[in-house]
């Protein structure tokens, strides 16, 4: 049964996805709904992680295989690059975290299942909260690129000195978006 496994890589995936939303939260400090949800977002997130304790106790206190712990570093690392600022930076960040998302809602949808054919009412409780919570993080990001996404995308000028703008400069081009 490899059910410890994924409450494993559930853990760590929350445990990412709150990593995640601290830094947008403190990248993005001057927006104030991007700060303001995202702490709470990680708040959450934490606190989805501390539900679960009982359910590895019960299922095996396995850690990730290594080899699936260094998969969600990676994918974190991969994801959010650095401090991004600005607009630009901001949806990149929301994208990241729909990304992150939507692999945790995956992870419970899977964990709840398989307490339904376990009959575990517990483990599918707490997997539906879960899953409930990355479907309401997901809501929200969508509604952020929704709102905001083209118009970032094709009002918004590079930064001066940003590699954007460099390149433009290099070819000529400055000032044509």
């Avoid at 994924?6 to 993005?28: D, I, W």
């Avoid at 570093?73 to 998302?101: E, K, P, Y």
């Avoid at 692999?103 to 307490?115: D, I």
Wanted: charged residues 25%.
């Amino acid at each position: 049964m490899h059910v410890g496994n994924y409450l494993a890589l559930l853990r760590a995936s929350e445990r990412a996805l709150a990593k995640g939303f601290a830094a947008t939260a403190a990248h993005h400090s001057e927006d104030p709904d991007i700060a303001t949800v995202s702490r709470r977002f990680a708040r959450a997130c934490e606190a989805h992680r501390a539900r679960l304790a009982p359910l590895r106790s019960r299922y095996g206190n396995k850690p990730p295989h290594l080899s699936d712990a260094i998969e969600v570093v990676a994918l974190r690392a991969t994801l959010f690059r650095g401090g991004r600022s600005g607009l630009l930076g901001a949806l990149r960040d929301v994208q990241d975290l729909w990304l992150l998302a939507h692999r945790t809602q995956l992870l419970a949808l899977l964990l709840w299942q398989a307490g339904a054919a376990l009959r575990d009412e517990e483990l599918k409780s707490v997997c539906a909260d879960l899953k409930e919570a990355a479907d309401g993080q997901i809501a929200w990001l969508r509604t952020r690129v929704k709102e905001e996404g083209a118009q970032i995308l094709i009002a918004a000028p590079p930064a001066q000195g940003s590699p954007v703008h460099r390149v433009r400069a290099w070819a000529g081009v400055v000032g044509v978006c």
